[in-house]
T-cell receptor, first 114, second 112 residues
Framework: NAGVTQTPKFQVLKTGQSMTLQCAQD?????MYWYRQDPGMGLRLIYY???????DKGEVPNGYNVSRLNKREFSLRLESAAPSQTSVYFC?????????????FGQGTRLTVV | GQQLNQSPQSMFIQEGEDVSMNCTSS?????WLWYKQDPGEGPVLLIA?????ELTSNGRLTAQFGITRKDSFLNISASIPSDVGIYFC????????????FGKGTKLSVKP
């Protein structure tokens, strides 16, 4: 059981470069999320997708775009990376937005923007 | 936006001691969750609470959903070295889309 798989695990970007973080889940979950984690800040929601075909902004969406490619996959794109986007990014999924039992997380992507 | 106040931020304890941490909110939450994050890993769900006053255990871990629905605590009994990590509370605000709001974490370090 893979659960939630994120790629890549590590990435270094130069300021202004673009990249897409990939996320896939094999639990047939409807809802998927992207969080960023910074030291002392906990996890903050960037974007989420309640179900296939829908996406909504979270707490810190600026500088990011997302695509819910299908039920399994939810990608996060940085169009023009900035040093402030250096962070650890986590993808998560749950049966629904209100699913009992919380969300399941991937192992994270550690992104450094220089 | 809504915030959760999690305390303490960090703690050092002697192996075998009991640990207590809590989260508070200024608004009502419908669900409280407790996660643990090991270094280099994503958070893993430990306990989920759905009703005010609910007390739930998972091995040496016990968590409670506060009666006011604005707080929750997590207790770890007889701590061991593998309890080291960061513990996060998370909640679903009442009347919201259902998105999880996370506390800033409690970093637990155990002296062997």
């Amino acid at each position: 059981n893979a659960g939630v798989t994120q790629t890549p695990k590590f990435q270094v970007l130069k300021t202004g470069q673009s990249m897409t973080l990939q996320c896939a889940q094999d639990m047939n979950h409807n809802s998927m999320y992207w969080y960023r984690q910074d030291p002392g800040m906990g996890l903050r929601l960037i974007y989420y997708s309640a179900s296939e075909g829908t996406t909504d902004k979270g707490e810190v969406p600026n500088g990011y775009n997302v695509s819910r490619l299908n039920k399994r996959e939810f990608s996060l794109r940085l169009e023009s990376a900035a040093p402030s986007q250096t962070s650890v990014y986590f993808c998560a999924s749950s049966e629904s937005l209100r699913a009992l039992g919380g969300a399941f997380f991937g192992q994270g992507t550690r992104l450094t923007v220089v | 936006g809504q915030q959760l106040n999690q305390s303490p931020q960090s703690m050092f304890i002697q192996e075998g001691e009991d640990v207590s941490m809590n989260c508070t909110s200024s608004s009502i939450f419908n669900t409280w969750l407790w996660y643990k994050q090991d270094p280099g890993e994503g958070p893993v769900l430990l306990i989920a609470l759905y009703k005010a006053g609910e007390l739930t255990s998972n091995g040496r871990l016990t968590a409670q959903f506060g009666i006011t629905r604005k707080d929750s605590f997590l207790n770890i009994s007889a701590s061991i070295p593998s309890d080291v990590g960061i513990y996060f509370c998370a909640g679903r605000p009442g009347g919201s889309q259902g998105n999880l709001i996370f506390g800033k974490g409690t970093k637990l370090s155990v002296k062997p």
